[in-house]
């Protein structure tokens, strides 16, 4: 969803568009955030007066007007998709890149599932986001 749409429809339900909340929707839609905290890091460091309920109230906010889907941050595909031939490309915020290739990616996701929580031994299946 494009910022502007974004805007109009936190308008429409008498969200008032202040600065801080300009700045979270620009971290939400210019970076690939996995959670709260991390989008709240990257927001305090360009406005030290955003705190983590703001972060949250946001997300919420966003979630509610349709414009992200929290719920669906790790999707797993079915076993007959295949993107083998992709390669994937990770930029850092140093300007440095990292590539990897499906099989590294995969195992990479795989890692932070298991990490995290989500998954303990299950297959996961990288889905492409449409």
Request: net charge negative; with cysteine.
């Amino acid at each position: 969803m494009q910022k502007n749409v974004i805007i109009e429809k936190l308008k429409e339900r008498g969200c008032r568009i202040t600065k801080q909340r300009l700045i979270l929707l620009d971290i939400i839609l210019e970076n690939q955030c996995s959670c709260c905290k991390e989008i709240y890091y990257k927001a305090s460091r360009i406005d030290d007066g955003i705190g983590t309920a703001t972060v949250y109230r946001m997300m919420n906010t966003l979630e509610e007007i349709g414009a992200i889907n929290r719920k669906n941050v790790y999707q797993l595909a079915p076993a007959e998709e295949d993107f083998s031939d992709e390669d994937y490309e990770i930029k850092l915020e140093d300007g440095s890149t990292l590539m990897f290739t499906n099989q590294d990616w995969q195992s990479v996701i795989r890692a932070g599932l298991i990490a995290g929580g989500y998954i303990r031994h299950e297959e996961a299946f990288l889905v492409m986001a449409k």
